[in-house]
């Protein structure tokens, strides 16, 4: 069965770190591009990171770059997000993603996507 299922999200205030982590299992995603998404209440749910399984390459959203940074552990298949200097804004349900990877120009778009995990909460606290 092939899944992602996600894990570290919880309460925490702002200024805080954490990381997320993201378990990837029954396919082989060495041709796909990992991503993080989230969705704050009423809103879209917007592009966080992606990484290259193979290369290692990142994307970030411009607005989070240098406080999120994403990772990738191949002996684990699991990919990571470090969430520092956390702000209220930041609270969200974190997804996390996989796609074939087709190219630079997809990365973002959350509809590239075609497997996702159920999610986990990050509250921060102002």
């Known amino acids: 069965q092939v899944q992602l299922v996600e894990s570290g999200g919880g309460l925490v205030q702002a200024g805080d770190s954490l990381r997320l982590s993201c378990a990837a299992s029954?396919?082989?995603?060495?041709?796909?591009?990992m991503g993080w998404f989230r969705q704050a209440p009423g809103k879209d749910r917007e592009f966080v990171a992606g990484?290259?399984?193979?290369?290692?390459?990142?994307y970030y959203a411009d607005s989070l770059k240098g406080r999120f940074t994403i990772s990738r552990d191949g002996a684990k298949i699991t990919v990571y997000l470090q969430m520092n200097s956390l702000k209220a804004e930041d609270t969200a349900v974190y997804y996390c993603?996989?796609?074939?990877?087709?190219?630079?120009?997809?990365?973002?778009?959350?509809?590239?996507?075609?497997?996702w995990g159920q999610g986990t909460q990050v509250t921060v606290s102002s």
């Open positions: 029954g396919r082989t995603f060495s041709r796909y591009v």
């Open positions: 990484i290259v399984w193979n290369s290692g390459h990142t």
């Open positions: 993603a996989a796609a074939w990877y087709s190219g630079t120009f997809f990365v973002t778009s959350k509809n590239a996507y075609d497997l």
